[in-house]
């Protein structure tokens, strides 16, 4: 049987790679960790982890995934009890690769997913190769990576736009230096979906030796046609899919990671694929990458959204009664969407909140737990249901912020209609010492934002600010997210490699006050600014200009 024939796709998530580069979507170590866990959880075949050689920093956070879920801890929760391969990018040069293969050989099953774009665009304007150096090259090299990791991945950059004849020349070298996967990417998602089935179909049907290799699809939503041009490259061949939990990636983001399993899930008696993923874990990822990153999901995503399973329409809901299926292709059940109500309240013991989190997922040490617990009484004073969502929301809070450099204490607020709002805020310095600032502002969140940065002043501008319920009620948890972009010469991008302009960084806070909410949001932005510019201000000069491919 072929690598193309047989019903099983694998799943090749970048949401840590791809994701992560996308602008405001920078993660901590330990918020990649927790993702990563979680994917293994989900069951996702292969973890693209990130990208070593961009800096000291992504490839010791590369590391520590392929140490910890690469070596399978926790490895009874994937589906599969096997833990996943874990990947790191390198362009096609010896120094990458070499970074590359240090940050993953601890993991069980790593791989080296190695590029170079095949475009003329590419070799003319940005390369300046021409198509022979691109054939020797991509043979120098990915024989270079076969002789350090036996899983060796090859993507021509910008193959949408690539001479066919041309790529099949490319994949047949890199066949023969050892690769045995080859991703074929839509890099600037410029293709349409009959177009790219047809192109995987070339270069299954033509490509020689194409049969000991695995292929692959990268499909970028420029033209919000990443999912359907994905599903074009599996139905003439491809077998895996690189995918990002929400969509989220360069530009206009990945193929969505949850629209593809639920696609294959779904319409499995129509296509006859199926994954190895437990789609049950979905809205858990969705909800976790979004915390990390502070993107927030729009409410009518498909199948992550928050209105996905809700119907409002008379008629709509009528027919549902009768029969779910009139307009219900899914069960939310089956992505892990339900809404249970705990009747938990002040009286609760931490036993009962343990169990529900542990049946949510989330298995925490003591520690966490305890302010788990500490929170979910707080909550419960003033709340009288508390839903799954209000929990993970809580844990997701408390666990997923970033290194505090800056540490909320306090914040006090007066506003209203006679006069102009104040705020007082008070935060404990990175020398332990607290710090305390009124300011006045157009309105609450103003003024508290000005107090901040009284206390902190960072080099930052304000770009985005949203404020979500995360249930329905008076008495719903806000979640807030920001966004911040620096300012400062440090944390200017590469113009050559990275397109230049200010790095942004996002937050996200929740608590039943929204002031509280947005302070706790703002200054987990704040503190993900300060860490990357101490990052940048202690690396040596040639890793400073590291890329981002
Ligand atoms: O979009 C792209 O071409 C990529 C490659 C590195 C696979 O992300
Ligand atoms: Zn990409």
Redesign the pocket.
């Known amino acids: 049987m072929s690598a193309q024939s047989g019903s099983y796709v694998r799943i090749f998530d970048t949401t840590l790679r791809?994701g992560e580069q996308s602008p405001g979507a920078t993660m901590a170590s330990a918020e990649k960790l927790e993702v990563a866990r979680v994917l293994a959880r989900l069951g996702v075949d292969v973890i693209e982890a990130g990208f070593p050689a961009a800096s000291p920093d992504d490839l010791s956070a590369v590391r520590r995934i392929a140490e910890d879920v690469g070596q399978g801890a926790g490895e009874d929760a994937t589906p599969s009890g096997k833990p996943p391969s874990i990947c790191g990018?390198a362009r096609a040069h010896k120094g990458d690769i070499e970074k590359a293969w240090e940050a993953i050989k601890p993991a069980a099953s790593p791989r080296i997913h190695t590029?170079l774009a095949t475009s003329d665009i590419h070799l003319e304007h940005k390369l300046r190769l021409s198509r022979e150096d691109v054939i020797a090259r991509v043979g120098d090299m990915v024989a270079h990576a076969a002789s350090l990791c036996d899983d060796v991945e090859f993507?021509p950059?910008?193959a949408g736009r690539s001479d066919p004849e041309f790529l099949y020349r490319v994949l047949a070298t890199a066949i023969e230096a050892g690769a045995r996967t080859l991703?074929i990417?839509d890099?600037v998602g410029y293709t349409v979906p009959e177009e790219f089935g047809r192109l995987i179909a070339g270069i299954r049907d033509n490509v020689p030796g194409v049969d000991k290799a695995v292929i692959s699809v990268?499909c970028?939503n420029d033209l919000g046609l990443a999912t359907a041009n994905s599903l074009a490259g599996i139905q003439n061949g491809a077998r895996q899919v690189e995918v990002a939990v929400n969509g989220i990636g360069?530009r206009a983001g990945n193929t969505a990671l949850e629209e593809i399993v639920m696609i294959l899930a779904t319409r499995r008696a129509a296509l006859g694929l199926e994954t190895g993923l437990d789609s049950t874990q979905i809205t858990r990822a969705s909800r976790l990458v979004s915390s990390c990153t502070g993107m927030f999901v729009q409410p009518n995503k498909a199948v992550v959204g928050a209105n996905a399973f809700s119907h409002e329409a008379g008629i709509h809901q009528d027919g549902l009664l009768k029969n779910q299926e009139t307009y219900e292709i899914m069960r939310p059940e089956s992505v892990g969407a339900h809404q249970t109500r705990l009747v938990l309240g002040k009286h609760s013991g931490r036993h009962a909140v343990k169990a529900r989190l542990s049946a949510l997922g989330y298995d925490l040490s003591e520690e966490e737990l305890g302010q788990a617990f500490e929170r979910f009484k707080k909550l419960a004073d003033k709340k009288k249901t508390i839903t799954d969502a209000d929990l993970e929301a809580l844990v997701a809070d408390e666990l997923y912020q970033p290194r505090e450099v800056y540490a909320l204490e306090s914040v006090q607020v007066a506003c209203g209609t006679l006069g102009m709002a104040t705020a007082t805020v008070k935060l404990t310095d990175p020398n332990g010492e607290s710090q305390t600032r009124a300011a006045v502002g157009e309105g609450p969140v103003d003024a508290a934002f000005k107090a901040v940065d009284d206390i902190v002043r960072a080099d930052s501008r304000l770009l985005e600010f949203a404020v979500q319920a995360v249930t329905e009620g008076i008495d719903a948890l806000g979640q807030v997210t920001v966004r911040v972009q620096g300012t400062g010469a440090a944390l200017t991008l590469n113009p050559q490699h990275e397109g230049g302009g200010q790095r942004t960084f996002g937050g996200h806070g929740a608590d039943v006050d929204i002031v509280v909410a947005s302070v706790k949001a703002y200054l987990a932005a704040l503190n993900r600014l300060l860490a990357a510019e101490d990052a940048v201000r202690h690396r040596q000069p040639t890793e400073a200009a590291a890329v981002r491919?």
């Open positions: 791809d990018l590029f993507s950059e910008d991703n990417p890099t990268h970028h360069e491919h």
